[in-house]
């Protein structure tokens, strides 16, 4: 049972455009969702977590959107460059257990 | 401040033998989690160490094993390997309040099984 649920798999954006990455999660009891960056031949990098109190954070162009109506969160990047070439994971945990991840989007942004 | 430190990033070892990989979390941070990463199945969880004692275990068979020594760093342990086991096995350190809570991930160790 996949408890977290990742779209698109690959995503192509322009240089400036903004990058959208949606996530799904089943279990309501869920209270923590991070979303990681990871660049070839790297472990996975922290990049910005939201706690389900709050329905938006912002980290400079990275923005996570929360509905937990929906069970849902998604990050966006605005003005993507090239450097933000990675794959980046959702992930969700509740408590004292473990992340749960989805399995993945492959962002490459072209000029 | 050093960041998580894994040992060796690379192994090529023969179906059947076993294999110990090696993790240092940042200073400091008390919880070790492992993860396996294969672009099939993404990453997925192995086990969590705090204070050298297991606290959480992912669904993975007996063959894995792990442990925490008193300085928090940690070791895995995989017996006799097996052509499945070829993955990227990533390290990730916390303060150990909650296991899952702002986690910072090592380089991993590329493991190849022939």
């Known amino acids: 049972q996949q408890q977290v649920k990742q779209s698109p798999q690959s995503l192509i954006v322009q240089k400036g455009g903004i990058s959208i990455i949606n996530c799904a999660y089943e279990?309501?009891?869920?209270?923590?969702f991070p979303w990681y960056q990871q660049f070839p031949g790297k472990g996975p990098a922290l990049l910005i977590a939201i706690r389900p109190d709050v329905s938006e954070k912002k980290e400079g162009r990275f923005t996570i959107s929360f509905n937990k109506s929906a069970k849902q969160f998604s990050l966006h990047i605005m003005d993507s460059q090239p450097g933000d070439s990675a794959t980046y994971f959702c992930?969700?945990?509740?408590?004292?257990?473990?992340?749960?991840f989805g399995k993945g989007t492959r962002l490459s942004v072209i000029a | 401040k050093a960041g998580v430190t894994q040992t060796p990033r690379y192994l090529i070892k023969t179906r059947g033998q076993q294999v110990t990989l090696s993790c240092s979390p940042i200073?400091?941070?008390?919880?070790v989690s492992w993860y396996q990463q294969t672009p099939g199945q993404g990453l997925q969880f192995l086990f969590e160490y705090f204070s050298e004692t297991q606290r959480n275990k992912g669904n993975f068979p007996g063959r894995f094993s792990g442990r925490q020594f008193s300085n928090s760093r940690s070791e895995m342990n995989v017996s006799t390997l097996e052509l499945g086991d070829s993955a990227l096995y990533l390290c990730?350190?916390?303060?150990?309040?909650?296991?899952?809570?702002?986690?910072?991930f090592g380089p991993g160790t590329r493991l190849t099984v022939t």
């Open positions: 279990n309501t009891a869920f209270d923590y």
């Open positions: 992930a969700a945990s509740r408590g004292n257990t473990p992340l749960v």
């Open positions: 990730a350190s916390s303060l150990g309040g909650l296991p899952a809570y702002e986690q910072y």
């Open positions: 200073s400091g941070h008390r919880s």
